[in-house]
């Protein structure tokens, strides 16, 4: 065999695989707006209690005939359309898209022994139902169990991916926010005030954390709604703790421009408001996360600008956003949640009255991106971005693995 008949083996064998997955995460969506599927896939919810133990041996031995069973057979079909296609397409190598086909066959299989009630079953082939502490948070690329837990505990209508992420990652139900509480620094910018509105829409529980001391509110649609406003100020980060315990997504969006000063008091400034005080935010929220379900449903959001990888014409700016930026990087290696960072490109403000981009939009785009699971949010109209920030994020977090040590959690 040639060097391409090996490519194109791998690559109908790697796709047959990536195939029957979507076709099962589509059923699975699917089961949640069609009645007739929903009555087969409402057994699988009766099954677990929130710490993934479940209800009792009859219901969970029904919910593998009734759920699972079907939904190994719609994986099986899929996989023989796509043996059919790759037939026709590449005759001499298309034995290679049965390895889809296995793959089905081993949930096939797994399927009767759960629904068997064989002992050994549900620990080697239902892996993201296992109870115990989760040793992590939601992954981004492939479903965990932290990341499943939230399709039966936090909004059934979302997270319906069931090994690779794709599905929900194109339908925006990787992440929901409906009924999440969310708090917003520096909310009576222009960002955010855009963030508390397409948060809401998003059917989140809005907080306004602001210097400002005026109640805020949203203007849709000709209708105001008020907002929970809390009054802070830089230096009382520690007032917050108390509202941390009940917030799900702490997004610090606070920040100042200096613009082309230099001074020690400039300098001092520009650190204090956009570098240390979003670090003590950040950690204060993070001690507040300590169960499996604050795992799972917490966050933070960072906002460290495009100036991480560009110029902002703005050197303080641009040198307390790397600071942050780097100790956003550093703390994610251990974090015991999801921290997403904010990289946005130049948009019109009271920061930057010279700004390209709609500040409404970007907070649109920002939302949207978060319900996709980007943990690197980039919205910006500079391409090359795109490009250098994934670029810097790997290099600079195995820096910090190689050179730097874990945390240690108290025995």
């Known amino acids: 065999m040639t060097a391409t008949d090996w490519l194109a083996i791998a690559v109908w064998g790697i796709s047959s695989i990536v195939w029957v997955e979507i076709a099962r995460d589509c059923n699975h969506a699917l089961a949640h707006v069609w009645q007739p599927l929903g009555r087969l896939h409402n057994w699988h919810h009766r099954v677990f209690r929130p710490d993934l133990t479940p209800v009792n041996e009859t219901i969970y031995r029904q919910a593998q005939w009734r759920n699972d069973l079907p939904e190994s057979l719609v994986m099986l079909t899929a996989s023989g359309l796509f ?3 790759a037939f026709v397409v590449s005759p001499n190598v298309f034995w290679a898209a049965l390895a889809g086909t296995l793959y089905s066959v081993s949930f096939l299989f797994g399927a009767i022994a759960r629904g068997m009630g064989w002992r050994w079953a549900h620990e080697l082939t239902d892996l993201t139902h296992l109870p115990g502490p989760f040793q992590s948070p939601p992954s981004r690329l492939f479903v965990n169990r932290p990341y499943h837990w939230r399709h039966h505990f936090d909004n059934q209508d979302a997270y319906f991916s069931g090994a690779l992420t794709l599905v929900d990652r194109a339908l925006g139900t990787a992440l929901s926010l409906k009924g999440k509480t969310v708090a917003v620094t ?3 910018g222009t960002l955010g005030t855009g963030l508390l509105k397409y948060l809401h829409l998003s059917g989140a529980k809005v907080i306004a ?15 105001t ?5 809390v009054n802070w100020q830089i230096g009382q980060e520690t007032e917050l703790a108390e509202l941390f315990e009940k917030v799900d997504i702490l997004v610090l969006n606070h920040g100042v421009n200096v ?3 230099r ?16 670090w003590r935010l950040m950690e204060q929220f993070l001690a507040t ?3 499996n379900r604050d795992m799972v449903c917490k966050e933070v959001w960072v906002n460290t600008s495009e100036a991480e990888v560009s110029p902002a014409f703005s050197p303080l700016y641009e040198l307390s ?10 703390r994610r290696l251990d974090a015991p949640c999801i921290v997403r960072k904010l990289v946005l490109g130049p948009f019109k403000s009271n920061l930057n009255p010279i700004g390209i981009m709609s500040g409404d939009r970007v907070a649109q785009q920002i939302v949207k991106k978060a319900k996709r699971d980007d943990r690197n949010i980039i919205v910006t109209i500079n391409p090359i971005t795109g490009i250098a920030l994934p670029i810097k994020e790997f290099f600079v977090s195995w820096y910090f693995r190689l050179f730097t040590r874990a945390r240690k959690l108290p025995e």
């Open 83 to 85: 043996g059919v296609f």
């Open 225 to 229: 709604v008020e907002v929970k406003t």
């Open 259 to 261: 613009g082309g000063e």
């Open 186 to 188: 520096g909310a009576s």
């Open 209 to 223: 954390l602001t210097s400002s001391d005026r109640t805020l509110s949203l203007d849709l649609d000709g209708e």
């Open 321 to 330: 956003k790397r600071t942050l930026g780097d100790l956003v990087t550093m």
């Open 263 to 278: 001074t020690p008091e400039a300098i001092e400034r520009s650190f204090e408001i956009n570098a240390f005080s979003g």
């Open 289 to 291: 996360v300590r169960t």
